[in-house]
């Protein structure tokens, strides 16, 4: 499994990104897929997660209405458009594959993670 | 503040064991199996535990889960220089409808 985040960098407040997440050596299109995101010095922060086909998606509290996770299976590839950015979004945002049950959830693959600092 | 509940650090002595505690409720710890992850300084977080207690292939038997109630413990016995590191605990939680991590317990080997 091979998971490469990009699209971070420095943004205005108010302002937008587009993270991607590249997945390969594995059948993308029948996993869950899930962002979390870890703000400098601080602990881990589940952000986001998409059903393998996209049509259920779920947020923290912290992002829902600002942030918008989806995917492309055509392309093996995760997004999370990123709105109305505000200082405390700052963090390195990280993609992981998901094994999702009936009563079970884990992060079982993690990407390297991207870098959104968001400062004027 | 976390909605699963860790102590900040532990530490213990070379080859001696360390558990470190994961706290939550009946939407989340109570009704959904438990993961614990390590994160080594600079690294990005790995999987160490799912299901509550089993061990993903090329993770040492040194490494433990339980669970009881609404609260999780991760075991590490044979402690080596090597497992210093931040762990957290992690679970789905039902009311919520989110995934959810505690605050991380860091752990020193003296």
């Known amino acids: 499994v091979q998971l490469v985040e990009s699209g971070g960098g420095l943004v205005q407040p108010g302002g937008s990104l587009r993270l991607s997440c590249a997945a390969s050596?594995?059948?993308?299109?029948?996993?869950?897929m899930s962002w979390v995101r870890q703000a400098p010095g601080k602990g881990l922060e589940w952000v986001s997660g998409i059903s393998g086909s996209g049509g259920s998606t779920y947020y923290a509290d912290s992002v829902r209405g600002r942030f918008t996770v989806s995917r492309d299976n055509s392309k093996n590839t995760l997004y999370l458009q990123m709105n109305s950015l505000r200082a405390e979004d700052t963090a390195i945002y990280y993609c992981?594959?998901?094994?999702?049950?009936?009563?079970?959830?884990?992060?079982?693959?993690w990407g390297q993670g991207t870098l959104v600092t968001v400062s004027s | 503040q976390s909605v699963l509940t860790q102590p900040p650090s532990v530490s213990a002595a070379p080859g001696q064991k360390v558990t470190i505690s994961c706290s939550g409720s009946?939407?989340?710890?109570?009704?959904?199996?438990v993961s614990w992850y390590q994160q080594l300084p600079g690294s990005a977080p790995k999987l160490l535990i799912y299901d509550n207690n089993k061990r993903p292939s090329g993770i040492p038997d040194r490494f433990s889960g339980s669970k009881s109630g609404t609260s999780a413990t991760l075991g590490i016995t044979g402690l080596q220089t090597g497992d210093e590191a931040d762990y957290y605990c992690?679970?789905?939680?039902?009311?919520?409808?989110?995934?959810?991590f505690g605050g991380g317990t860091k752990l020193t080997v003296l």
């Open positions: 992690g679970t789905w939680d039902s009311s919520l409808s989110a995934g959810v």
């Open positions: 009946s939407s989340n710890i109570g009704n959904n199996y």
């Open positions: 050596r594995f059948t993308f299109s029948t996993q869950v």
């Open positions: 992981a594959k998901a094994e999702a049950g009936s009563s079970g959830y884990y992060l079982d693959y």
